[in-house]
């Protein structure tokens, strides 16, 4: 393939798959960032050859260019330098792998370069959903999906109307805690709620699946992907994670796309739709697999997912600072401030105190992340663990 790359979060756990299937696919990788992985990052530009790599921390980019004196390459650092790296005029497609509401500048301006977008990061439509689907269609460029679940959609959807979806039907594993219930939760641990039973996954997004916080965000993802209404979106606990998604079309007939759970199948696919190449990833073996089962979510244990639905409803700047409050609740719980439960509580409290915007602009979203961001840290001080 000659397609041209760049990637945004190439250090984490989603951007060393993506120079997995980079490698496989022989792409050629023009562009890297990462936050402050110069370690990994220097193996990675010394491998793959980029035109231009960025680092969050100006330190950390003269340290680099010191390691890397000797090549013809740009280091950038910061904001800005993320951004030089998603708008180099040779890539193609500007693979989005950074975490949290980070991503959502560095893709706009992608987006107003011309470039498509292979996005993995979900915060990017869950905070300005309208504004990045309406500047991508004035654009001409695709979003292409990363994530499973809204890969398994994007193929179910192959030669069919969207306009006669009935339902689409998002998978979830369940996370380390299916089953559990909510005085049950008040004490589990951070090494307990890490420990994801299918996917390798990094931090945040894991305690996002074991919160069933992550499907929430997926759920309002899905409805910007795919132009559908809330009510048309449902989650299904699915502890295999074997069928990532599902369309029921409105002549009853249900389309399921299945596979390991290895995101690699999906970066691919990403990459390459409509076509499809061959690799060495993993197979799926359905009668050693043996059974599929399907649960309904239990949204008294794990009311993040509820806390999603409603404010996918409400729209405006609800999303935005359910996952700045999100974010800032996750990083706490790791750091060991607060306990497991507290997540939602936190979200729960900053949500109530939020005045919603029902039509935000890029700088009103951004003002709510700030907002939302500094109400969370208020209510997790309060908070004794």
């Known amino acids: 393939m000659n397609k041209r790359i760049s990637i945004l979060g190439s250090t984490g756990s989603i951007g060393r798959q993506v120079l997995d299937v980079a490698r496989n696919l022989k792409l050629d990788v023009l562009g890297l960032s990462a936050a402050s992985n110069i370690d990994l990052l220097e193996e990675q530009v ?33 904001e800005e330098g993320i951004v030089k790296i998603a708008v180099m005029d040779e890539t193609d497609t500007v693979v989005v792998s950074v975490v949290g509401i980070a991503g959502l500048i560095p893709t706009l301006e992608a987006i107003n370069s011309g470039k498509d977008i292979a996005l993995a990061n979900k915060e ?17 460029v695709k979003i292409l999906p990363v994530d499973s679940e809204h890969s398994a959609i994007f193929q179910c959807l192959a030669g069919n109307n969207r306009n006669r979806i009935e339902k689409i039907i998002l998978t979830a594993s369940g996370g380390p805690f299916r089953g559990m219930k909510a005085n049950e939760l008040e004490y589990v641990t951070v090494e307990q709620a890490l420990k994801h039973p299918n ?42 994670s074997i069928v990532h998604s599902m369309i029921e079309y409105c002549d009853g007939a249900v389309m ?10 999906c970066i691919q696919y990403a990459l390459t739709c409509p076509d499809r190449v061959s690799n060495n990833y993993s197979r799926l073996d359905l009668v050693k697999l043996g059974a599929l089962t399907f649960e ?10 509820k806390m999603a639905y409603d404010v996918s409803k409400t729209g405006g700047t609800a999303p935005v600072v359910l996952n700045a409050a999100n974010e800032v609740a996750v990083d706490m719980f790791l750091k060991r401030r607060i306990g497991f439960m507290d997540i939602p509580r936190i979200i729960e409290n900053v949500l109530n ?14 003002e709510a992340d700030k907002w939302a961001r500094s109400m969370a840290e208020s209510a997790g001080r309060k908070l004794r663990y």
């Open 46 to 78: 010394y491998e793959f050859r980029p035109r231009a790599v960025s680092v969050l921390d100006e330190d950390l980019a003269n340290e680099l260019r010191y390691r890397l004196k000797g090549l013809d390459i740009e280091v950038y650092s910061g």
């Open 124 to 140: 990017t439509l869950v905070t300005a959903g309208q504004l990045v689907i309406e500047n991508a269609k004035k654009k001409g």
């Open 199 to 240: 996917w390798k996954m990094g931090n945040k997004i894991t305690i996002d699946s074991a919160t069933l916080m992550n499907k929430g965000l997926e759920v309002i993802e899905a409805k910007w992907l795919f132009g559908v209404d809330d009510s048309k979106i449902k989650v299904i606990v699915h502890p295999q």
């Open 256 to 265: 399921a796309q299945l596979g390991s759970p290895d995101m690699r199948i």
């Open 296 to 305: 309904e979510p239990d949204f008294n244990a794990f009311p993040c997912l």
């Open 353 to 366: 105190k939020h005045s919603i915007n029902r039509n935000p602009g890029l700088s009103e979203i951004m």
